[in-house]
C-alpha cells in the first residue's frame, strides 16, 4: 500500500456472522471509535460487540411529541375558546374530550415524523456516496459477506497498525478505502 | 450469537421449602376466611353489600385468569418462540377456570336477587329485553361459558404437560402439538365471544337500561393488561424462589413490559372510545353510566382513572431501561394490579343499591367486606394455581422451541 494516496479508512472482509462478532469485540477493545460494521443481515448483539452507547433517538421522539401533543391541544382550545369561539352541540366552548382524538392524533404524528427524520440525521442520511461503494468486494456486504470499515478520521488509526489489527482478527481481504 | 452456550434450565419444580410450595394451604386458609366472611354477611342484613363485594372480587381475578386464556389460545395460534419460558405460568393461570364456576355459583345462588335489578323489575324497556334478560337464558349462557372454558382449558393444560414427559419422541410431540393449533385457533373465537357476553351479563346488566357496545372489549382490555402485569410478578417472584433463574431473562421481562405497555395504551383507548360516543351524543338512556359515576364521590375515582391507570403507567414504562430493570418493571406491575381492582371497583360499585325503583344515587364508601371478598377470591386462585404449578414442571421443558425462546434477543 502506497503511502502517498489520501486514505479514508480501511475496509476488512470477514466470512461469517461469528468471525465477525469477534472482530468486532477485537477492534472495540483496541479503543477504536469511529469504524462501522456490515452485515448482510441482523447479526444479534453486534451493537454490543462494537460498544455502541445507546441511542438519542428515544429522547429526540419524547421531546417532540411533547411538543406536538402541547401544539395539538393549544391550537383547539385557541381556535374554539378564543379565536372564534362557536358553541357545538350545546358543549362548554373548551371540551376537553372533544379535543382528545386530535389531541392524541397530534401526538402520534409528531412522534412518528420525528422517529422517522431523527433517523434520518442521526444516520447521516440522505448521503448520496460513500468511500466504501467504490470497493468491488463491499457490494456482497448485502449478499453473503461480513464488513468492518475503520476511518482514518479516527485518533488510534494508522495504517500498518490497523491493517494489522484487522488481519489478526481474521479478516480475509483488507483494502484501502480512499474519499 | 451464543445458541450452543444455552443449556436447558434445571430448575423446573418448586422447591418444597419456597412459599410457592404453601400456596395451596395459605391460599385455602384465605379463601375460607375471606369469602367465609364475606358470603357469611351475605346471609345476614349487609347482603347487598356483601355480594357486591363478592361480585368485584369475582370479576378482578376472574380478569386475569380470562386473560391468561386469551393469550394462550392467541400466543398458540400465532406460533409464537419468545413466550415458551413464561408460557407454563399462563397454562396453569388459565387452567384454573374450571374452578371459578364453583367461585361463580354464589352470585347465581345467592345474591342475583341483590345484584341485578331485572330480575325482578320491570318497565317498558326492560320488558323490550326480557327475551335476553331473563333468569333461565342467563343461566343457561353461564352454564355455556363455564363448559367451554373448561374444555378448552384443560385441554391446552393437559397437551403441554403430556409434552413433558415425551422426551425426544419428535412425532408424538408434533402430533400433540397439532392438536392445540386446531383447537386455539376457532379459541381465539370462542374466547372473544364468552368473555364480552359474559362481561355483559355479570357486570354490564348491573344497570340493565344501560348498554354499550364496546363493554366486552373494555373487560378484555382490563383483563390482558392484569395478565401481562401479573405474569411479570409471577416470573419474577419465581425467581426469587429459585426456579427458572437462568431461562427467564431481561429479554422476555423487556417483551413483557411491551405488552404491559401497550394495554396500558388499548385500555385507555378503548375506555376513551366508550365515553366519547356517550359524552357527544348525550342521550340520557346512554349517559346514565357515567351520570352515576359523576356524584357522591365517584367522581374522583372517574378523574382518577385516566391520570393513574393511563397517564402516569404510560409515561413511566415508555421507557426501555424501565421495562428491562427487574424492580421497576416490578412496581409499575404493581402499580397496574392496583389500578386494575380500582378500575373493576368503578365499574362494579356504583350499581350497589340501585334497587327499589326511583331514582338512585350512588355513594362512594368502601367496606371491609370488599377486603375480605378481595383476600378470599385471591387466596382461592392461589391455591389452586399453587397447587398446580407445584404439581408440575413450570416450563414447557420439551417444547420443541424452548431453544429459541431461552435465546430469545430484542434487537
Avoid at chain 2, 49 to 57: G, N, P, T, V
Wanted: aromatic share 16%.
Amino acid at each position: 500500500m502506497s503511502e502517498n494516496i489520501p486514505t479514508w479508512g480501511l475496509l476488512a472482509q470477514y466470512e461469517d456472522p461469528h468471525s465477525i462478532y469477534q472482530a468486532c469485540e477485537q477492534v472495540r477493545d483496541a479503543g477504536y471509535q469511529q469504524w462501522d460494521a456490515c452485515a448482510p443481515f441482523p447479526v444479534h448483539g453486534l451493537d454490543r460487540a462494537m460498544g455502541v452507547k445507546p441511542s438519542r433517538l428515544p429522547w429526540i421522539v419524547l421531546v417532540v411529541g411533547l411538543v406536538g401533543s402541547a401544539l395539538g391541544l393549544w391550537l383547539q382550545a385557541w381556535t374554539s375558546g378564543s379565536a372564534y369561539p362557536f358553541i357545538t352541540g350545546g358543549k362548554p366552548l373548551f371540551s376537553l374530550p372533544a379535543f382528545v382524538p386530535v389531541w392524541y392524533e397530534m401526538t402520534v404524528l409528531a412522534s412518528c415524523l420525528a422517529a422517522f427524520f431523527g433517523n434520518w440525521i442521526l444516520n447521516g442520511l440522505p448521503r448520496l456516496h460513500h468511500p466504501a461503494f467504490a470497493s468491488r468486494a463491499f457490494e456482497r456486504a448485502t449478499d453473503d459477506k461480513f464488513f468492518i470499515m475503520i476511518e482514518a478520521a479516527d485518533p488510534k488509526f494508522d495504517l500498518a497498525q490497523t491493517e494489522a489489527l484487522l488481519k489478526s482478527t481474521g479478516a480475509t481481504h483488507v483494502e484501502v478505502l480512499e474519499p | 450469537m451464543s445458541h450452543h452456550e444455552i443449556q436447558k434450565p434445571t430448575d423446573i419444580t418448586i422447591p418444597d421449602t419456597s412459599l410457592f410450595a404453601k400456596l395451596p394451604v395459605i391460599g385455602g386458609v384465605l379463601a375460607v376466611v375471606g369469602l367465609g366472611a364475606t358470603l357469611g354477611s351475605a346471609m345476614g342484613a349487609d347482603k347487598a353489600r356483601a355480594m357486591f363485594s363478592y361480585l368485584w372480587a369475582f370479576e378482578s381475578v376472574l380478569a386475569l385468569v380470562l386473560g391468561a386464556f386469551g393469550f394462550l389460545v392467541i400466543d398458540i395460534t400465532v406460533r409464537s418462540q419468545w413466550s415458551i419460558v413464561v408460557r407454563r405460568i399462563a397454562e396453569t393461570m388459565q387452567a384454573t377456570l374450571p374452578f371459578f364456576f364453583v367461585l361463580w355459583l354464589p352470585i347465581a345462588l345467592i345474591g342475583m336477587h341483590e345484584l341485578y335489578p331485572w330480575t325482578h323489575e320491570t318497565d317498558a324497556i326492560l320488558e323490550r329485553k326480557r327475551w335476553f334478560l331473563s333468569t333461565g337464558f342467563w343461566w343457561g349462557r353461564a352454564i355455556v361459558y363455564f363448559v367451554l372454558w373448561t374444555v378448552i382449558s384443560r385441554f391446552l393444560y393437559t397437551s403441554s404437560v403430556k409434552l413433558d414427559g415425551l422426551g425426544d419422541n419428535q412425532a408424538e410431540k408434533d402430533k400433540i402439538i397439532k392438536r392445540t393449533w386446531a383447537v386455539a385457533a376457532p379459541g381465539i373465537l370462542i374466547y372473544a365471544l364468552t368473555q364480552s357476553f359474559a362481561a355483559v351479563d355479570w357486570m354490564m346488566s348491573l344497570q340493565p337500561h344501560w348498554y354499550s357496545t364496546i363493554y366486552g372489549v373494555y373487560y378484555f382490555s382490563s383483563s390482558i393488561l392484569v395478565f401481562f402485569a401479573v405474569t411479570t410478578l409471577v416470573s419474577m417472584a419465581l425467581q426469587r424462589a429459585g426456579v427458572l433463574k437462568t431461562a427467564i431473562t431481561p429479554e422476555h421481562f423487556h417483551d413483557l413490559g411491551k405488552f404491559t405497555f401497550g394495554f396500558v395504551i388499548f385500555w385507555a383507548y378503548i375506555a376513551f372510545s366508550q365515553f366519547i360516543l356517550i359524552w357527544y351524543a348525550n342521550i340520557p338512556e346512554e349517559t346514565e353510566f357515567y351520570m352515576l359515576r359523576m356524584e357522591g364521590g365517584w367522581q374522583w375515582v372517574s378523574y382518577a382513572l385516566p391520570v393513574l391507570h393511563f397517564a402516569l403507567p404510560f409515561l413511566y414504562l415508555v421507557s426501555r431501561q424501565v421495562k428491562r430493570a427487574r424492580w421497576p418493571l416490578a412496581l409499575g406491575c404493581v402499580w397496574l394490579v392496583l389500578m386494575h381492582l380500582l378500575d373493576m371497583y368503578w365499574l362494579i360499585l356504583p350499581a350497589y343499591g340501585a334497587h327499589g325503583g326511583g331514582e338512585h344515587h350512588a355513594h362512594l364508601a368502601v367496606s371491609w367486606l370488599d377486603f375480605a371478598a378481595l383476600l378470599g377470591m385471591v387466596g382461592a386462585f392461589l391455591a389452586v394455581f399453587g397447587f398446580l404449578l407445584k404439581k408440575n414442571k413450570v416450563i414447557a421443558i420439551n417444547d420443541p422451541r424452548l431453544a429459541d425462546s431461552l435465546a430469545h434477543e430484542n434487537y
